[in-house]
């Protein structure tokens, strides 16, 4: 594998910075990285806190795969846990029974799981995370390498992260009728089009290749301006993008159930963070960003310049959402990697059992 053919880590310095600011002082620290691809952001986190203690999981057995391989190329020493599906719920193999001295670094336990069984993961350990991150999508390696029809490439159209996933994207549209089509694009893609879309697929099925479906969408629907949220960070000029694009985001939503896992997780990691332990989230689009807003918001209160009324929450909150506004990546990122054009990390904290909210935004809160 050719060392550039690496996934780019998205806003990685932001995210090292805030790390640095919430948990530098730490003993110990406990990160999870539930969303490992090439292990681009636990490198970066390793080689920040050398002695944490990571845990990081990937869905996709082929990215623990490379990523294993790249962090022993890199002379981190891993080890492959798995949940014990006999001991029900218990997990087997739990490094951080092994906790070694300060000083000493740990190598780093990987999971072929979905971040949403984190709270499983540790489920009957006392362990809580100082930092857990969610940096959602697929990476490079699924859109270039793994052919399964992620991209418009003549790939077969499977879309599976893994394959536990019941159905295939090639399922979903040889065998939904076109209402449920029509529905699947309008919710999960946000699609204009969907059911002229769904018409067509109907009419020229079965297709087994993603190249077949993304060129008949691109045949009959004018393409697609690029959202607001995207736009602001294109600078003044409105990009076109694929007309399949959101077609393809539909499907892959479907075909993975991301957004009940995403809300699931949403619901359930905050529980697992140690006081002061952060929570960063990594979205791609406006649905997943919707998600992860509301749920902060349900949770936890802004930082900064706050009414009475939320001052008066204060003390019923746990939480403390420390980016009133995402960060977005910078414009230099985005001329080297644009594919961190639509990148968008909001981050949870979990208050100390005492603290209230900060009145004022300070350096410690902020980035
Ligand atoms: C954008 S990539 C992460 C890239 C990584 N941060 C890096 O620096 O290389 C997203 C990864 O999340 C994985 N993924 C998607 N859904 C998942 C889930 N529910 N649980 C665990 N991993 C998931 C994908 O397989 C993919 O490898």
Redesign the pocket.
Known sequence: MNHTSY?V?VLKEELIQIAKTHIQEKKDIFIVD????????SIALLNTFPYAQVLA????SE?IHRASKRLQIENFSVIHSQISEQESTQANHPPYSHREKQGTKLPISLWNH???RLPEILSGKHQKADLILL?????LYHLKEAGRGFSYQDECLDMR?HKGCQMKASDWINHSSAKELASIFSTWGEEPYSYRIAKKIIENRPFDSARELATLIMRNVPPVKQSSRNRKYSGRRQRKIHPATRIFQALRIAV?DELR?LDQAMRELPSILSYGGILAVISFHSLEDRIVKHRFREIGLPVGKVSKRIKKESDSKDFVILTNRPIRPQEEETNQNPASRSACLRVLMKKMPSQGIPSSPSRKYLL
Do not use: E, K, Q
Request: glycine share 16%.
């Open positions: 996934h880590p539930g969303t490992l691809g090439d292990a681009g952001h999981l990937d869905h996709d990215m979905s971040f949403h940096d959602l999508g697929v990476s992260f993975n896992i």
